[in-house]
């Protein structure tokens, strides 16, 4: 493959470099994903310049090409591969093992419901079954990240459930393209999937305001066109401080650090 020259992206417009060579990937006659044009190349070549290792940029390239096609397709595996010259089998043994990474597209939106233990004993399995009730068609619940409406398209969701997504201290907690909307109900979340179907973009509990999955994709993959928005927004809540809040207004702090390192525990003998 070869690169375009450029410097990391700034926030501002990035325009393609003259001398990229584009082999398309997409053959005549084939129905793989969309190419992966020459802005994605300048992206891509950035994206790899940050880490000493090539390799080790897969991660946020595959977050990139989820961008592109609202998931990882065949061809996004084989474009990561000849990138970062990996295998397509190490790319797949990356892109299957995390869950965030799709291998079928997904809608504008992708409705997370937390159903972990604590979220699911406060609500966190009733939220989720009322909205696989609600997306599905024909008295079939929709199922684990299978997508209510035409992928892409304006309103289409995807609906998952979700291990913990470490906002125990707000549950039952939902994310939608990965911001948070805190201490939900059944009636909150089936508001809230109403509103997204109509187009709206209600505002998260906290961090910035709302965008769709491509978008949010592209910022996971470190590239920001909008860094403002993408930060503007309290990310902390009053319940997750309320334990530094009590130690402050107590006075209460730890204990200070020892000069030495305590001595570590004797291992138990091998049998
Ligand atoms: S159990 Fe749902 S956020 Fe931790």
């Given at each position: 493959?070869?690169?375009?020259?450029?410097?990391?992206?700034?926030?501002?417009?990035?325009?393609?470099?003259?001398?990229?060579?584009?082999?398309?990937?997409?053959?005549?006659?084939?129905?793989?994903?969309p190419?992966?044009?020459?802005?994605?190349?300048q992206?891509?070549?950035?994206?790899?310049?940050?880490?000493?290792?090539?390799?080790?940029a897969?991660?946020?390239?595959l977050?990139?090409?989820?961008?592109?096609?609202?998931?990882?397709?065949?061809?996004?595996?084989?474009?990561?591969?000849?990138?970062l010259?990996?295998?397509?089998?190490?790319?797949?043994?990356v892109?299957?093992?995390y869950?965030?990474?799709?291998?079928?597209?997904?809608?504008?939106?992708l409705?997370?419901?937390?159903?972990?233990?604590?979220?699911?004993?406060?609500?966190?399995?009733?939220?989720?079954?009322?909205l696989?009730a609600?997306?599905?068609t024909?008295?079939?619940?929709?199922?684990?990240?299978?997508?209510?409406?035409?992928?892409?398209?304006?309103?289409?969701?995807?609906l998952?459930?979700?291990?913990?997504?470490?906002?125990?201290?707000?549950?039952?907690?939902i994310?939608?393209?990965?911001?948070y909307?805190?201490?939900?109900t059944?009636?909150?979340?089936?508001?809230?999937?109403d509103?997204?179907?109509?187009?709206?973009?209600p505002?998260?509990?906290?961090?910035?305001?709302l965008?769709?999955?491509?978008?949010?994709?592209?910022?996971?993959?470190?590239?920001?066109?909008?860094?403002?928005?993408?930060?503007?927004?309290?990310?902390?809540?009053?319940?997750?401080?309320?334990?530094?809040?009590l130690?402050?207004?107590?006075?209460?702090?730890?204990?200070?650090?020892?000069?030495?390192?305590?001595?570590?525990?004797?291992?138990?003998?091998?049998?």
């Amino acid at each position: 493959m070869t690169l375009p020259e450029g410097t990391p992206e700034t926030n501002g417009a990035v325009s393609a470099p003259d001398e990229v060579v584009w082999e398309p990937m997409v053959r005549e006659g084939s129905s793989l994903s969309p190419t992966f044009d020459d802005l994605t190349r300048q992206r891509t070549k950035e994206i790899i310049a940050r880490y000493p290792q090539s390799r080790s940029a897969l991660l946020p390239l595959l977050h990139l090409v989820q961008s592109v096609e609202g998931h990882v397709s065949q061809d996004g595996i084989r474009y990561c591969a000849e990138a970062l010259e990996l295998t397509t089998a190490e790319v797949s043994a990356v892109a299957t093992f995390y869950t965030m990474y799709k291998r079928t597209p997904c809608g504008e939106h992708l409705v997370s419901v937390c159903t972990n233990t604590l979220c699911a004993a406060l609500g966190g399995d009733d939220i989720y079954a009322r909205l696989q009730a609600k997306l599905g068609t024909d008295g079939r619940p929709l199922g684990h990240e299978e997508t209510s409406g035409e992928p892409g398209t304006p309103g289409s969701i995807t609906l998952e459930h979700a291990e913990c997504l470490a906002a125990c201290d707000l549950a039952p907690v939902i994310q939608v393209n990965y911001e948070y909307f805190d201490n939900q109900t059944v009636e909150s979340a089936e508001e809230l999937v109403d509103a997204l179907q109509r187009g709206e973009k209600p505002h998260p509990t906290r961090g910035a305001a709302l965008t769709d999955f491509k978008t949010a994709e592209l910022e996971l993959a470190g590239i920001f066109p909008d860094l403002d928005r993408s930060v503007e927004g309290p990310s902390v809540s009053v319940q997750t401080l309320r334990g530094a809040q009590l130690a402050m207004d107590n006075g209460w702090v730890a204990p200070p650090m020892p000069d030495e390192p305590p001595a570590l525990p004797d291992l138990p003998e091998k049998k």
